[in-house]
């Protein structure tokens, strides 16, 4: 599960998944290797601009689309687009799975849970561990971390900004100096062309004389 995006999910679940590929035990042939899959629970959209609800990922062939192996696989689930859950989805329920992860109140869990027998199985272990007071205060540990990481990564986004926004400003700024001691430099010129022409013509005047 991954709540802030730290843009590096497609990495990271890939470490995690090769991870869990590597299962032979010494000797064993490599036909007998398990079936690997690595669900990522996100609360944000991994890709802006496809979003999808639930997509699954392989190992294909990137010209015919042949499937490379079918034991190695990444699933991701949006919780930010239960909107866009097919029927697929929603004939296994996956959109109520989602709606559990997103419930805030044990009046949307218990709703949830007359729907699905698995998601009232799930709601009562979670009201049986968060009546342990150290769970709770764990739980509650999380919450605060969660919340002051989102806050550190919007501070971050802003210092980043404000950066960029400096050296844009900068930028400018020695482009307008620039600028400036050009048309200096070519007013300097003009004078000088000016200058030059009067004493010529002076001089010019003075053999007349």
């Not at 919340?147 to 900004?161: D, M, N, P, S």
């Not at 300097?188 to 022409?197: A, G, Q, S, V």
């Amino acid at each position: 599960m991954q709540v802030v995006n730290q843009h590096n999910w497609p990495e990271r679940s890939l470490s995690y998944l090769c991870r869990s590929f590597d299962n032979l035990q010494k000797g064993e042939d490599y036909i007998h290797v398990k079936t690997a899959i690595q669900i990522g629970i996100l609360d944000f959209t991994l890709f802006p601009d496809v979003p999808e609800f639930y997509a699954t990922y392989m190992m294909t062939n990137i010209k015919n689309h042949q499937i490379y192996s079918s034991k190695l696989r990444l699933s991701v689930l949006d919780l930010t687009h239960i909107d866009l859950a097919t029927k697929e989805d929603r004939l296994f329920h996956i959109d109520y799975w989602a709606s559990l992860f997103k419930a805030t109140t044990w009046e949307e869990i218990k709703m949830l849970a007359q729907k699905d027998s698995m998601i009232k199985e799930a709601s009562d272990t979670i009201l049986q561990l968060s009546q342990d007071e150290q769970i709770r205060q764990r739980c509650e540990a999380r919450a605060d971390y969660l919340f002051w990481q989102r806050v550190e990564e919007e501070y971050k986004k802003e210092l980043e900004e404000n950066y960029q926004k400096a050296v844009q400003e900068k930028q400018q700024l020695a482009d307008d100096n620039q600028k400036l001691e050009d048309d200096i430099q070519k007013l300097e010129n003009e004078n000088r062309e000016k200058d030059l022409l009067i004493a010529q013509l002076q001089a010019q005047l003075d053999q007349k004389k």
